[in-house]
């Protein structure tokens, strides 16, 4: 009887060892999300534009040079650069960030939609999301804040 209880307490030990890696990274992470909302409620600036997408260990090269869009936002406007000069979306305008189900060097791939006079554009890219880098989440919170109607899906340090 001795050893069964003995047994069962040393394998709740090593379960609870075991649980407390992945406790701490959500509690990380949760406390990131939590300080993305409240710097945002707060007021606080996002000058200048902040990156968000991930840099590709395989560059698409034209011509000896980097040919690949990247992603900035600010505190109210949405940046997609290729080459010197910008393109700006209000964030306003942006109707959905979602995540997809493909995936690139363990990262998901995010898509981001927004309305122009055009029509309906969509750009897709891996974000920069890391336990040390909450711009992508601040990006997420500042379009909620924008666009309350727009869709918008929670980020995660594994996406």
């Given at each position: ?14 379960a ?76 306003s305008q ?30 897709t ?35």
């Open positions: 009887m001795a050893s069964t209880l003995e047994a069962v307490l040393k394998i709740l030990a090593f609870v060892l075991a649980a407390l890696p992945l406790l701490t990274i959500w509690l990380i992470h949760r406390r990131a999300s939590l300080r993305a909302r409240s710097a945002l409620g707060s007021g606080l600036r996002l000058n200048p534009p902040r990156r968000i997408s991930g840099t590709s260990m395989t560059l698409v090269m034209v011509n000896g040079k980097e040919d690949r869009e990247h992603y900035f936002f600010d505190t109210d406007t949405f940046y997609l650069q290729r080459g010197p000069v910008p393109t700006a979306v209000p964030l942006i109707t959905s960030v979602t995540r997809t189900s493909d995936v690139i060097y363990a990262r998901y791939i995010w898509q981001v939609c927004f309305s122009r006079e055009a029509g309906r554009r969509c750009v890219f891996t974000n920069n999301l890391s336990l040390f880098n909450r711009d992508f989440l601040l990006f997420l919170e500042a379009v909620r804040k924008a666009n309350p109607l727009a869709t918008v899906d929670r980020a995660s340090v594994i996406f």
